[in-house]
C-alpha cells in the first residue's frame, strides 16, 4: 500500500492564481481531510469528506474548495492564491469509528509558497 | 480559547531522563484522545491513543483524566530517538480533531 499520496511536494504561487493540491488513499478510509499548519498555530482543519459525495467545511475553510467524486481522491482547489495561505498543507484520511475518527494517515505534504 | 493547549517546551533533556508533557481541552463532549509524533518537516503519525484507564506502550504511558480535561504523556529512559514534536490530539465525537500546537522534545547525549 502507498497510503496516503500528495502532489506536488513544494509549489510557488503568485497572489491570484489557482491550483489544486492532489490527494489519494489506497487504504479504502471513508474519511479524508486537509489540515494546515502554521508556526505556532498548530494543525487546522480545512475542509473533510465522509464519503464520496460528500464535503463539509472545518475550521478554516475560506478560499479552497474540495469535491470528493471517489473513495480515493481528496483534491484540495485554492481558487485565488493569497499570501496568508502560505502554509504546510497535510492530507489525511481514517476510517469512521462509532465514537468517532480513528487513527488519521497523513500524506508528506505539501509546502506551498505564495508570493 | 483554543480547544488544545499544550505546553511548547522547548523540553532539552538527556538521555536515560523520564519526561512528561501535559495537554488540555475546553471541549468536555469530547470522546477520543490520541498522541501524534511529528519529526521535524515530516507529517505527523499515531504514536499513541488515550483510553480513560491509562494506558502504557513499552516507555510510553498516556493518561486521560476527563473530570479536569487534561491528558499526559510520560516517555521513561528516553533515546536520541525520541527527540520531535508531540502532538495532543482531541475528536469531539464528530468528524472534527483538534490539534495542540506540539511540544518539542529534544534529547540530549
Known amino acids: 500500500n502507498a497510503g496516503v499520496t500528495q502532489t506536488p511536494k513544494f509549489q510557488v504561487l503568485k497572489t491570484g492564481q489557482s491550483m489544486t493540491l492532489q490527494c489519494a488513499q489506497d487504504?479504502?478510509?471513508?474519511?479524508m481531510s486537509w489540515y494546515r499548519q502554521d508556526p505556532g498555530m498548530g494543525l487546522r482543519l480545512i475542509h473533510y469528506?465522509?464519503?464520496?459525495?460528500?464535503?463539509d467545511q472545518g475550521e478554516v475553510p475560506n478560499g479552497y474548495n474540495v469535491s470528493r467524486s471517489t473513495t480515493e481522491d481528496f483534491p484540495l482547489r485554492l481558487l485565488s492564491a493569497a499570501p496568508s495561505q502560505t502554509s504546510v498543507y497535510f492530507c489525511?484520511?481514517?476510517?469512521?469509528?462509532?465514537?468517532?475518527?480513528?487513527?488519521?494517515?497523513f500524506g508528506p505534504g505539501t509546502r506551498l509558497l505564495v508570493l | 480559547r483554543k480547544e488544545v493547549e499544550q505546553d511548547p517546551g522547548p523540553f532539552n533533556v538527556p538521555e536515560g531522563a523520564t519526561v512528561a508533557f501535559n495537554c488540555t481541552y475546553s471541549?468536555?463532549?469530547?470522546?477520543?484522545f490520541f498522541w501524534y509524533r511529528q519529526d521535524c518537516r515530516k507529517e505527523p503519525k499515531l504514536l499513541m491513543s488515550?483510553?480513560?484507564s491509562g494506558n502504557e506502550d513499552g516507555r510510553f504511558t498516556a493518561q486521560l483524566n476527563r473530570a479536569s480535561q487534561y491528558i499526559s504523556l510520560l516517555i521513561r529512559d528516553s533515546k536520541l530517538s525520541d527527540s520531535a514534536t508531540y502532538l495532543c490530539?482531541?475528536?469531539?465525537?464528530?468528524?472534527?480533531?483538534?490539534f495542540g500546537t506540539g511540544t518539542r522534545l529534544t534529547v540530549i547525549p
Open positions: 490530539v482531541v475528536n469531539d465525537g464528530a468528524n472534527n480533531l483538534f
Open positions: 487504504m479504502n478510509h471513508e474519511y
Open positions: 471541549n468536555s463532549a469530547s470522546q477520543s
Open positions: 488515550v483510553y480513560s
Open positions: 489525511a484520511s481514517s476510517y469512521l469509528g462509532l465514537a468517532g475518527l480513528k487513527t488519521q494517515y
Open positions: 469528506s465522509v464519503g464520496a459525495g460528500i464535503t
